[in-house]
């Protein structure tokens, strides 16, 4: 049933409403300039499932002690955007990929820092032992898959950033910021479900 649903939910076509802009990040499209990216959105299979997220190392170059969803760049021996999402979870959080259950991609996230983001969703075992990589993430948690998909739980904030106002989303819970490009991805996923009805 949860397989199906978002199943159908990729399949839907594009909107207009699903073009945000996410602090400078923007969904839409592709630019060959840009460094192609993968996440893994791991869905728990539970009766009240939940959406894997990490908390990135405070000590990272790059969008330290941010959450995230586990991804990075695609390597050319990947062979495509999910074989790329299953290798960093793998790196990342130690998910065995054999334990992922592949449903398919889903729209395309842009971001200001020049990547173009391909999210892969997957079913995954509840209660997994999970091993983060010390030196990228400093924690693992999970999030209430039906929590994430409320479009009531998505804040849209601005601020300045080099002289200009800047767009992004913003979703609380607990005491998790989820914000920019993975409160962005989440954002449109929410709007495919949103439209099944």
Known sequence: MLAERLRRAIELPIESKMLICAG????????????????????TDRPDPGVLLTVRNANMRNHAGQIAFPGGRIDPSDGGAMAAALREADEEIGLDPSQVQLIGTTDLYRTGTGFIITPVIGIVPPDMALDPHVAEVDAIFETPLEYLL????????????????????????????????????IHNLANRIDRQG
């Open 24 to 43: 400078d990040d923007i969904l839409f499209g592709s630019d060959d300039s840009l460094v192609p990216a993968a996440v893994l959105i791991a869905v």
């Open 150 to 185: 409320d479009l009531g739980n998505h804040l849209e904030r601005e601020q300045e950033y080099n002289g200009q106002m800047r767009r992004f989303r913003e979703i609380l819970w607990r005491d998790y910021r989820i914000w920019g490009a993975t409160a962005g991805i």
